[in-house]
């Protein structure tokens, strides 16, 4: 199993940016499709991105198309998310999955999908 660890997340201004950072231990995760999501109270964990294991494929939820960039260091064992022209409703705890195996779907991700998971980072956009 793999165990992941988020951080960077905080409190920002609405227009501002962070990076979002996902650290995993047990095992490498060159051949994981990695996965981030978001959950705010009250509401269902959502997809926000994926990146294939190569980090060649990356996938979008429209919410953040163009303002979100999912990127991968494999030599470091890191998964990023880097998050820019935040907006209050970006406010959520965002948590960072990873799912064994080499196929990547150009589509929205399920959290069924991934197997592990870390605790999540709050991240606050304020107005």
């Known amino acids: 199993q793999v165990q992941l660890v988020e951080s960077g997340g905080g409190l920002v201004q609405a227009g501002g940016s962070l990076r979002l950072s996902c650290a995993a231990s047990?095992?490498?995760?060159?051949?994981?499709?990695m996965g981030w999501f978001h959950q705010a109270p009250g509401k269902e964990r959502e997809f926000v991105a994926a990146?294939?294991?190569?980090?060649?494929?990356?996938y979008y939820a429209d919410s953040v198309k163009g303002r979100f960039t999912i990127s991968r260091d494999n030599a470091k064992n890191t998964v990023y998310l880097q998050m820019n022209s935040l907006k209050p409703e970006d406010t959520a705890v965002y948590y960072c999955?990873?799912?064994?195996?080499?196929?990547?779907?150009?589509?929205?991700?399920?959290?069924?999908?991934?197997?592990?998971w870390g605790q999540g980072t709050q991240v606050t956009v304020s107005s």
């Open positions: 999955a990873a799912r064994l195996s080499g196929l990547f779907l150009s589509r929205s991700y399920y959290p069924t999908d991934f197997g592990s």
């Open positions: 990146i294939s294991p190569s980090g060649g494929n990356t």
């Open positions: 047990g095992r490498t995760l060159s051949s994981h499709v």
